[in-house]
T-cell receptor
Framework: AQKITQTQPGMFVQEKEAVTLDCTYD???????LFWYKQPSSGEMIFLIYQGSYDQQNATEGRYSLNFQKARKSANLVISASQLGDSAMYFCAMRGGTGGGADGLTFGKGTHLIIQP | DAMVIQNPRYQVTQFGKPVTLSCSQT?????MYWYQQKSSQAPKLLFH???????NEADTPDNFQSRRPNTSFCFLDIRSPGLGDAAMYLC??????????????FGPGTRLTVL
């Protein structure tokens, strides 16, 4: 079974500061994919970044980067230069296998990030 | 723009009255998922379709059913909604294949209220 743990229910961060959202995972699959999604109050899930278990480098997408530490089973999301529009729920998720399988995502409980001016 | 569409965005039903939520996609993805997200909780996978093959999660109640008449459409049927079924229902799609990863694209969700 897969499990995602997000230990920060809520965070307050000053605008323009960098923020790290924690995520640890547990799986018996040798290959897996890790995802971060943003969910604003409107409800839609917005894909941010992906890290495959065999990827040699940490993933980056604009202001988002993923600090992947495989031995520690952690996949923290780093947002640089936070903006007011970053205020939202952030979910870490995992899918077993990195190939063509159809398995759904297992989500963590989320972190509610609030950016303060 | 290619997208995932869910209708309606807000649905109110009565306790025990069957309700159907719909999802359509223009991405031509062969995998479609339904997730349930209760207030302040993580999304939870109910089931998914891989092409026409239906895959139910072990702990999904029998009260929840799904239909996929073609690639573009997928429906979630709740046969006898209870108060505990009030939630946001998220539809997602994904293209399976040899790509190293396949992002799931989510619709905007349908928020179900049960009176």
């Amino acid at each position: 079974a897969q499990k995602i743990t997000q230990t920060q229910p809520g965070m307050f961060v000053q605008e323009k500061e960098a923020v790290t959202l924690d995520c640890t995972y547990d799986t018996s699959d040798p290959s897996y994919g890790l995802f971060w999604y943003k969910q604003p109050s409107s409800g839609e899930m917005i894909f941010l970044i992906y890290q495959g278990s065999y990827d040699q480098q940490n993933a980056t997408e604009g202001r988002y980067s993923l600090n992947f530490q495989k031995a520690r089973k952690s996949a923290n999301l780093v947002i640089s230069a936070s903006q007011l529009g970053d205020s939202a729920m952030y979910f870490c998720a995992m899918r077993g296998g990195t190939g063509g399988g159809a398995d759904g995502l297992t989500f963590g409980k989320g972190t509610h990030l609030i950016i303060q001016p | 723009d290619a997208m995932v569409i869910q209708n309606p965005r807000y649905q109110v039903t009565q306790f025990g009255k069957p309700v159907t939520l719909s999802c359509s996609q223009t991405l031509n993805h062969n995998v479609m998922y339904w997730y349930q997200q209760k207030s302040s909780q993580a999304p939870k996978l109910l089931f998914h379709y891989y092409d026409k093959d239906f895959n139910n999660e072990a702990d999904t109640p029998d009260n929840f059913q799904s239909r996929r008449p073609n690639t573009s459409f997928c429906f979630l049927d709740i046969r006898s909604p209870g108060l505990g079924d009030a939630a946001m229902y998220l539809c997602a799609t994904r293209a399976s294949g040899p790509s190293s990863y396949n992002e799931q694209f989510f619709g905007p969700g349908t928020r179900l209220t049960v009176l």
